[in-house]
Structure formats: C-alpha cells, structure tokens
C-alpha cells in the first residue's frame, strides 16, 4: 500500500493503520452534518451514521487522534494510486474519474474531489450520482450558491433522486436559510420516496429547519444539522 514518492511516515503503514485513519478522515466529514453520498443506498448511508462508522470501511478500526490535513491528503494519494495509474491508460474513463473523486472527497480533500468529479461530468454530464457529490462538495467549500445550482442540476436528470433532494435541502437551510425551500425538497423527497429508509431523520430535519422560520432567507445558519 505503499508509494515511493510518499513520505517514510506512511511507507510502512499496515493495512490496520490505513483504514483507521480512513475512519477518522470520513468520521470528520460525517460528523458536520447529515450528508448522504450521490450514489449511497439510504439503508447505508442509515447504518453507518448509527454505528458511527463510514459506509465500506471496517467496523472493527480503532479510533486514534484527528490526523491532520498533511496526514489525510497523504492517505488519499496511496489510496488513489492504483486508479491514478489506471487513469494514464484509460483518461476517458468517467467511472475511474468518479472513483478518483469518491477518494479526494472521503478525505477532505474537496478541491481535488470537485476537480475529478468534474472531469467525470465532462463524459457523463447525466450522472446525478456523480453531480450530487460535486454539489456537496463544493458546499463544503463554502460555496452554496454553485451547489444548489449542481444539485438542481442532477434532479434535472433524476428529479426524484432522494440523496439529492436530501443533500440540497440541508443546504438551502444551511447556507441560505431558505426554510420554505429546504422544507419543500424533503418533503419531495418523502411524497416521491414514500419507502425512504430515512423518513425519521429527514422530519427530524423538517422541524428543526422550521424553528427558524422567522429568520431571514440567505442568512447561514449558526450551526450544522445534526
């Protein structure tokens, strides 16, 4: 797993080590809020939130301290090593491009992750699954205005596709305060998705977001949903 232009920190890494600090890098990006991933099944996305873990990696990792972001770029690059020299073979291939992604987003890294979910894009622009996890990352930069757009986008090809509905309604409350816009995206979701396996946590969503109905649309909220 290791990488020769990788520092001796990580050269000699175990399989163990690497997961755990997937776990933490992933654990962080759950923890600000309730995202769920473009093309996560809701039922996973469900179960990894209430075992504190992330969907695919390992129950049985041990937890250790907050790696930093020298630590996490660095594991997104031994991970994405193998599909990177894929890629040299095979530039054209959007579901590698999205793989890539999947990584750079995992680890925080969303500059890189909105780059090759991009690239996806460019040969498969009616990926909602891939359009949704662009959007979010690009929130995640600080930037709702484009990832509202993005994920108005994906609905444009998936228009009941019930992780965008969720991801853009935790948005516009969020970043924009938009309760009447938030509301009505989820409760989409709920008419569209009437077997949707997270029907608790997005009423939970709902009545919180209305709490702050007398709040003035486009102002961030203070704190994210929990």
Known sequence: M?????????????NAQAYTLIVICLLAGIAGGWFLR???PP????????AGVAPGVPSSASMGEQPTPE???????VQAAPLLEQLKSDPTNADLLAKIGNIYYDTQQYPTAIDYYRRALNLQPASASVRTDLA?????????DTAI????????????KSNTLFNLGVVKWQGKMDINGAVAAW?????????YENKDKVLELMAQAQK???????TPAKSSAQ
């Open 2 to 14: 290791s990488r020769t232009n990788v520092t001796a920190a990580t050269d000699n890494w175990t």
């Open 38 to 40: 473009g093309s996560q």
């Open 43 to 50: 039922a996973a996305a469900a179960a990894a939130q209430s």
């Open 71 to 77: 630590q996490m770029k660095k594991m997104a690059d």
């Open 136 to 144: 979010t990352a690009i929130w995640y930069t600080g930037d709702a």
């Open 149 to 160: 757009a993005e994920f108005n986008k994906a609905l444009s090809y998936e228009p009941n």
């Open 187 to 195: 409760q989409k979701l709920l008419d569209t998705n009437p077997n």
């Open 212 to 218: 702050h109905s007398g709040v003035k649309p486009g």
